[in-house]
């Protein structure tokens, strides 16, 4: 009976190893399989040399972007808002009509300045609605009237003389003749002179004609520049004087950069210099051009004004912060990449490069950024390349160079 537990006894061992030993081996096989199943195929991507390239010397400085030009628009003559078409944000151009006066008034005063302008023309002898207002005094009806009473009294006095001198006459018809001459005389210098006053009358009606036409014409209200409106200051209906204020427009492009330079920096910068600009909240960079420079030095805070036109591609607003570096030599080299080239996460920049066909990350440190590059302190080294437009590659994962 011991004889028959002993044999049993072996082969449940026998029967436990050969168990245990398929288990393991069916273990090995799915683990390798799952390993073989998280293998990806390689990304492609594209790389970019880091090279030295001419970035500048330049000199910070914060300040603020203000409109190019602002101006307040309004009336020029009196009247009720009949229309206004523009309101805040409206983007306007120079010579469009933002507003309309009610002109039936000057409408009337029109056709009063044209019916006293051909009044002053007839009493001249013109046709009324001709355009020509020249006139020879001598040719008209008043002035050659009082020209043949002139001659008629002329001969009378001629002839009352030769009368008294062969004594046919008294000499008392001769002073009667003379006097008649004199105020025949005078009567036609008062008629040269009254058509003196009509032409004068009649520039004077032609000026009040244009005066209308320009107050009818007045009653549309013109942006003067090309803008936006910053402020809609009356409404439909409102009776303005003349004069009243009826929007405000500012001109957006380009903007107005105005910096203050430190004095120990002042004497490297100069008109003509370009401005890299950057405001909060965007990535871009803007180019801009030194255009004047404060003519003395701030004695409170020992800095020198500066400003500069910076083209605005329509982001950029007036009142905005903004850093400014001005390039006071473009000469000097720097370690440089393309902006696509850099990632940012947590604060913190980096660069992945390829190494041994995997993609590798390397933190760097930034200095100053163009429109396609940005300067490498440190972190990088000049030859390297660099993958741009990474996205969301990791570091670790298999990449393949692609031209």
């Not at 030295?52 to 009247?79: H, I, M, R, W």
């Not at 032609?206 to 200051?233: C, F, H, M, W, Y």
Request: glycine share 6%; net charge neutral.
């Amino acid at each position: 009976m011991f004889q028959t537990r002993i044999p049993l006894l072996g082969v449940s061992l026998l029967l436990a190893a050969l168990f245990l030993t398929s288990c393991k081996s069916d273990y090995q096989a799915s683990t390798r399989q799952e390993r073989g199943g998280d293998s990806r195929p390689a990304r492609q991507v594209k790389t970019a040399v880091v090279s030295e390239t001419p970035f500048g010397e330049t000199v910070t400085a914060n300040g603020t972007l203000a409109a190019y030009d602002q101006t307040t628009v309004s009336v020029k003559v009196p009247g009720r808002v009949r229309m206004i078409n523009v309101d805040l944000g409206s983007v306007v151009s120079r010579g469009q009509v933002i507003a309309l006066v009610d002109s039936e008034d000057y409408r009337l005063r029109v056709q009063q300045a044209e019916a006293s302008l051909a009044q002053a023309r007839a009493r001249l002898g013109l046709a009324p609605d001709g355009t020509d207002d020249r006139v020879d005094p001598e040719q008209t009806a008043t002035v050659r009237q009082a020209r043949a009473v002139l001659d008629e009294a002329r001969h009378n006095r001629d002839r009352a003389a030769r009368l008294v001198e062969q004594g046919v006459i008294a000499k008392a018809e001769f002073e009667t003749a003379t006097a008649t001459f004199k105020v025949a005389e005078g009567r036609y210098q008062d008629a040269y002179e009254e058509i003196r006053n009509r032409q004068g009358i009649l520039a004077q009606r032609r000026s009040e004609l244009a005066l209308a036409r320009q107050q009818l014409k007045d009653t549309a209200v013109v942006a003067p520049l090309d803008g936006i409106v910053q402020e809609k200051l009356t409404s439909i209906g409102e009776f303005l004087a003349a004069g009243a204020p009826v929007v405000n427009i500012v001109r957006m492009d380009p903007l107005r950069l105005r910096a203050e330079i430190p004095e120990r920096e002042s004497q490297t910068v100069r008109t003509g210099q370009d401005v890299r600009v950057n405001v909060e909240g965007d990535p871009n960079v803007y180019v801009g051009k030194i255009m004047r420079l404060s003519p003395v030095i701030a004695e409170q805070n020992r800095m020198l004004v500066v400003e500069a036109d910076v083209r605005n591609n329509g982001k950029l607003r007036p009142g905005s912060f903004a850093h400014a570096e001005i390039v006071t030599n473009d000469a000097k080299m720097a370690v440089t990449v393309p902006n696509n080239a850099i990632v940012t996460f947590a604060g913190i920049e980096k660069v992945i490069v390829v190494q041994n066909g995997k993609a590798f990350e390397k933190p760097i440190t930034t200095g100053r950024r163009s429109t396609d590059f940005t300067e490498i302190v440190a972190g990088i080294s000049v030859g390297e390349k660099v993958i741009v437009d990474p996205g969301n590659l990791q570091s670790g994962q298999a990449v393949e160079v692609v031209d």
